[in-house]
């Protein structure tokens, strides 16, 4: 078999991609054309016409200019490097330049459309670039296997670069690094930017509740007015004025209700809740109340409405809940920043410990400022607060702890004891566990749990007991430990990101073994026993 010399990569739907540049284009010439046509005064068009037609030519060209640079992207490789070609830039990188290839894959969370894989770069001083090409995935049913011919090509593809890598560069890892939203080489851009907004958003409430709560003491403390009261002064005041209702119009829950006023008086009409529109009928006679020449209460002899006035309590709770939101994207940041010298592809722990923390800390913080949304110095809002103050930081102190990253070597040891493990009445122990290859003892990967005791070979079963129905016996004596590692990002989102992965030498086929820590040491004593291997996690090769 000959060795790859080159790789030359073009997009995939090339022809749909030059389809729509063609179409953007095209539109691009409608809208100049509208344009010019509107400036002479033109007269064989309306001018609606011409407005309709230069939007919809300008929607064209603006989508055409996206599949114009997916139509243009190349990607060659050779024996000097990678040379990619974009719309408005050429770059080339030499294999001496670049120490790994990695997979960048985005979860796109339904069904319908395939996950979004894209090949990245790691560079030796430590800078990343996403390649133009290869890519799979977007739109489109996976089907029943999974498998489609983008991403065929794009398996082809990677697989030749990384051969060409390999022989004429160093690659730092001789795995593929797949990097997720779970892993540490994800990028922190997105996190920030939303919890930079939130925050805004948090700063912009908070500083709108002094003036709704001085608003809201303005409109519970006016007084009608009299005859006296300068014309200067009678906005703050209450006025009220006779009037009478010629119809209503009561629309659905979501919509606005209108009350018109017969002569147009005070005002044509009045936007309220769809509970007072059916309160009021045609010819009721209503006193309207007016305080800074807006209507704030419509009152007749069976039905009163009033305007609402936000009071600052709510708006308080509002800050506060957006300062708490943050609180989520902040703690991925803070997981990235602390994961820093783990490898991309590992999978970094859950952030729910923090988002646990956040809700204990709204049990004290949202009453807070809903009964003291203008006091927060007062000696019981201070007492409150300190309590508080402790209470979350026991909690994010736990929380700290429970996210750290744990190697093999710091968690193994203890007996099995991980979540959805039982014993069964004949004396087996079912350890949630999953091997993630097809095999002759996990055929289409149909285990969950592995079944030990009882006198019988660890065996895999699709259940956790009790019995070893469908049970399938593991053939220890083909298995070697090879090494225990912590999940990386191409073992698959179906991996919790607390377990650990084993892997094993099948007669020569690699088979990967996942498993809580203390389930999986376990799990390879009960494998390496018959043969003295060295079992736990002391297994030779840890990463």
């Known amino acids: ?283 009721d006679e209503v006193d309207v109340t007016l305080w800074h020449r807006e209507i704030r209460k419509v009152a007749g002899e069976h039905e009163v409405w009033r305007e609402h006035v936000t009071p600052a309590k709510d708006v308080a709770v509002v800050a506060a809940a957006f300062a708490l939101a943050a609180g989520w994207p902040a703690a991925r940041v803070l997981l990235r920043l602390r994961a820093r010298r783990l490898p991309d592809d590992d999978v970094l722990p859950s952030v729910a410990p923090f988002v646990g923390a956040l809700c204990g800390t709204a049990l004290w913080l949202l009453p807070l400022c809903y009964l003291h949304p203008t006091s927060p110095f007062a000696p019981e809002a201070l007492a409150w607060a300190a309590a508080g103050c402790l209470v979350t930081s026991a909690l994010f102190a736990w929380a700290w702890r429970a996210t750290r990253t744990r190697t093999p070597e710091e968690t193994g040891g203890g007996e099995g004891g991980g979540e959805g493990n039982r014993r069964s009445g004949s004396g087996d122990v079912f350890l949630a566990a999953r091997f993630l290859e097809h095999t002759d003892y996990n055929p289409h990967h149909f285990g969950t749990h592995i079944a030990l005791g009882d006198g019988g070979p660890p065996a895999v079963t699709p259940h956790s007991g009790p019995g070893r129905f469908a049970a399938k016996d593991i053939p220890v004596e083909r298995l070697t430990v090879t090494r225990v590692r912590r999940a990386r990002g191409d073992d698959g989102d179906t991996v919790p990101r607390s377990w650990h992965v084993a892997e094993l030498d099948d007669a020569g086929t690699p088979v990967r073994l996942a498993a809580a820590p203390a389930d999986l040491t376990r799990l390879v004593r009960a494998l390496t026993a018959d043969r003295g291997q060295v079992a736990g996690t002391g297994a030779p090769g840890f990463d």
Not at 52 to 71: E, K, S, V
Not at 136 to 144: L, N, V
């Open 1 to 283: 078999m000959s060795e790859t010399r080159e790789v030359f990569c073009r997009p995939p739907h090339e022809r749909a991609l030059w389809f729509f540049a063609g179409l953007g284009a095209v539109g691009a010439v409608g809208a100049v054309s509208a344009v010019v046509y509107l400036g002479y005064g033109g007269t064989l068009l309306s001018e609606a016409t011409a407005v309709w037609l230069g939007a919809a030519g300008l929607l064209l060209a603006l989508l055409g200019i996206p599949a114009l640079h997916g139509a243009t992207a190349r990607l060659r490789a050779d024996a000097y490097g990678l040379h990619t070609r974009t719309l408005l830039r050429r770059r080339s990188v030499p294999w001496s330049d670049i120490a790994d290839l990695h997979v960048r894959l985005k979860y796109q969370g339904n069904h319908r459309y395939r996950d979004i894989r894209r090949v990245g770069l790691v560079l030796h001083d430590g800078r990343k670039r996403l390649l133009p090409l290869p890519y799979a995935g977007g739109a489109g049913d996976t089907g029943s296997t999974g498998d489609t011919g983008d991403t065929a090509d794009f398996d082809a593809t990677l697989e030749a670069l990384r051969a060409l890598h390999r022989r004429f560069g160093t690659p730092a890892t001789s795995h593929l690094p797949v990097v997720s939203q779970r892993t540490a080489g994800h990028g922190v851009a997105g996190p920030v930017a939303l919890c930079a907004v939130l925050l805004a958003c948090a700063g912009v409430a908070a500083w709108w509740v002094p003036a709704t709560a001085s608003h809201e003491q303005d409109w519970t403390s006016a007084v009608a007015c009299t005859s006296t009261t300068p014309a200067a002064e009678r906005a703050a005041c209450l006025t009220t004025v006779p009037a009478v209702i010629d119809r209503t119009e009561a629309h659905r829950p979501r919509q606005r209700s209108w009350l018109y006023f017969a002569d147009d008086r005070p005002v044509q009409r009045l936007a309220v809740s769809r509970e007072a529109a059916t309160g009021f009928e045609a010819g």
